[in-house]
C-alpha cells in the first residue's frame, strides 16, 4: 500500500480548480504501472514522487497524463509539493526544490499559497502563418480576431494566441481534430480601460487550454501554460509585472493563478485544496 493524496489546485474552494492525484511513495513502480494508473484516475495528471537522484533536490517527480509523462506541468508542481510538505517533507532550504525531467524547479510559500518559479522557455518567438491558420480553422475565427500570438513552450509544448476579448474568448467551441497536435493556450484580457468585466473577480486576464491529444481536452486550470503566458506577457509590455489570471469558467470552474515576476524570475502561484487522502494499492 502506497500514501495517495487528491487536491484541488489553483483554488482555495473545494471542486472550483484543477484536480491532481499523487502518489507519495512511488519508489519501485514501473513506467508501464506509473502510466497505467494515470489512465486509470482519468485525470488530466497524476504525480509519482520519489527520492532526488540531485542532491540539490528535495524529492523527484514524474508526471503523467492519461496518454504520457509530460517533462513538466504547473498544477502537479503545486500539488506535488503540497501532498510532499503535509506527507512530512523538510526541505533542505527556505524554498522547496523540485526535481523533474526538466531540471530543478523551485517551489516558494507564499503566505497560504504556493508559487513555483517558472522554468526557462524551450521555444519561443511568432507563431508561423501555418499555424495560425490551423488554429483560426479550428477555433471558427477571422484573420483580425487573433491580436498576438508566440511560442509559450516550457516543456508540454504550449502555443499561444491572445484574442480582444473575455467573451469572444468563452464562447470559443473547439474543433479538437482540426487543432491536433497542438497544445494551445488562448488569453484575452479582461480589464478595458480600468474596468472589469463582470463576474471575473480580480482577475485581469482569461485563460483557456486546449489539449488535442489528451482524453481531457481542455485543461481546467494550467500552471504551466500560465507560467509560459507570464514570461511572453510580461516581456512583450502586455502584462503587469503582478497580475492574476482566471481559467475554467467554461468548465464551472473557478481557478485563479498569481503571476509576480521578481527580478529575472517569474513566479506563479495559487492555493491547494486537498480532498482525498489514504492509501492506494500498486
Known sequence: MRRFQQLDV?????LKGNPLAVVLDAEGLSDEQMQAFARWTNLSETTFLLPPTDPAADYRVRIFTTARELPFAGHPTLGS???WLAGG?????????QQCSVGLVRVRRDGDRLAFAAPPLLRSGALDDATLAKIRLALGLADEDIVAHQWVDNGPGWCAVMLRSREQLLAIRPDFRLLAPLELGVVAPIHKFGAVAPGAG??????????SLEAVPEDPVT?????GLAQWLIGAGLAPPRYVAAQGTVLGRDGRVFVEQIGDTV???GHVTPLVEGQVRL
Open 10 to 14: 489553483f483554488t482555495a474552494v473545494p
Open 202 to 211: 480580480e482577475a485581469q486576464f482569461e485563460v483557456r487550454a486546449l489539449l
Open 267 to 269: 513566479w506563479i502561484g
Open 223 to 227: 500552471g504551466s501554460l500560465n507560467a
Open 89 to 97: 517533507g523538510q526541505p533542505q532550504g527556505e524554498d522547496v526544490v
Open 81 to 83: 509539493c503540497h501532498a
